[in-house]
């Protein structure tokens, strides 16, 4: 076991931040164990994501191909995924912690007499891989111990995408052999969370709002801010919940998992199911009038004061920056 395998979900192309995150994950566990990290996904060499595998991170990577692939199932990707891993016996397995990973990779990881560590949410010496639990209230350490492989999944907003980099990458073709007959399930349309108009999760900057608005009728205010800035407009799970901002604006545990440029909080007071979903933000500006609310924790700047005051004074300011 000399290597760290990176998978890729073939849908999820370059210019998605997830799959440089993925891959940022597993520069960094490859520089933690001294071992090279290679790279995988199911699809056509010359389409889709490997048309992005040039450059970061590995200097190899594989295109895996078979007709019974074209379309999803179950059975088909642990299948392809279990052969290459037999032939390759890499240390460790990095994936994507999306829908479709976690309908086969735990059935994968069982393979091979393992579990999936899954939603990692950092990778330090050791390796110690950190997941949180009861939404974010606790966070524990999990280290493999034993023989097999290691297989892991990443949380998404969890590590910098634009630190993957470096080098140039090789595209290999690698065919399972899989029979129609082991295929046990027909593939259907592909999972969707549900129809969303905004993809927070790809937003650079992003103005979210809390329950310090106060009401519906004043989140122009807020919503002009996010104009000024060209940013996003998001919100907290209790905006949603009184049907003042859509659903799919939500950023939280039940709502989409963020890492913007900017993350500006105006009138959120940092519940930590607020904070799992945007505290991978690279800079977090937080305006609250409570000096002891718990999102100047996580806050790289703070504003104390009424965001009644402070808002229009800062789009004011934008503005005439511009």
């Known amino acids: 076991m000399s290597r760290i ?10 210019n998605h931040r997830f799959f440089h995150e993925t891959l ?67 240390a460790y397995v990095v994936f994507p912690h999306t829908y479709q990973v976690r309908d086969f990779a735990p059935r994968l990881a069982t393979r091979f007499g393992q579990v999936l560590i899954g939603d990692v949410t950092a990778i330090e010496a050791g ?10 209230k606790l966070q ?5 111990a034993s023989d097999g492989p290691c297989f892991i999944s990443i949380q998404a907003g969890a590590f910098r995408a634009d630190s993957a980099s470096g080098g140039t990458t090789s595209i290999s073709t690698f065919e399972p052999e899989i029979d129609a007959a082991q295929i046990r399930t027909r593939p259907g349309a592909p999972f969707r969370a549900g129809t969303q108009t905004v993809d927070l999760a790809s937003a650079p900057l992003i103005v979210s709002v809390g329950r310090g608005i106060k009401e519906a ?3 122009p205010l807020v919503e002009e801010l996010a104009q000024a800035l060209g940013a996003e407009l998001a919100a907290s799970r ?26 500006l909080a105006v009138g959120i007071s940092g519940a930590i199911q607020h904070l799992v979903g945007m ?4 800079c977090i500006v937080a305006i609250n009038k409570d000096p002891d609310a718990p999102i100047f924790e996580v806050a790289d700047y703070g504003i104390v004061g009424d965001l009644f005051e402070v808002v229009p004074a800062l789009t004011e300011a934008i503005k005439a920056a511009k």
């Not at 390796?127 to 974010?136: A, M, V």
């Not at 505290?279 to 690279?282: E, T």
């Open 5 to 14: 395998l990176v998978i890729e979900e073939a849908r999820i192309d370059g």
């Open 24 to 90: 940022a994950a597993g520069r960094i566990l490859s520089e933690l164990t001294g071992l090279p990290a290679e790279l995988a996904a199911i699809g056509d060499p010359n389409e889709n994501v490997f048309m992005h595998f040039s450059g970061p991170v590995a200097a190899t990577a594989y295109a895996i191909q078979h007709p019974l692939l074209v379309s999803y199932t179950s059975d088909g990707y642990t299948l392809a995924f279990e052969q290459l891993i037999r032939k390759l016996q890499p």
């Open 127 to 136: 390796p110690l891989f950190t997941r949180q639990l009861l939404q974010g």
């Open 140 to 144: 524990a350490n999990y280290r493999h």
């Open 217 to 219: 009728a004043n989140l």
């Open 238 to 263: 209790p905006i949603c919940d009184n049907g003042w901002l859509p659903m799919e604006r939500q950023v939280g545990s039940s709502g989409q998992t963020v890492a913007p440029k900017l993350y």
């Open 279 to 282: 505290k991978g933000s690279q």
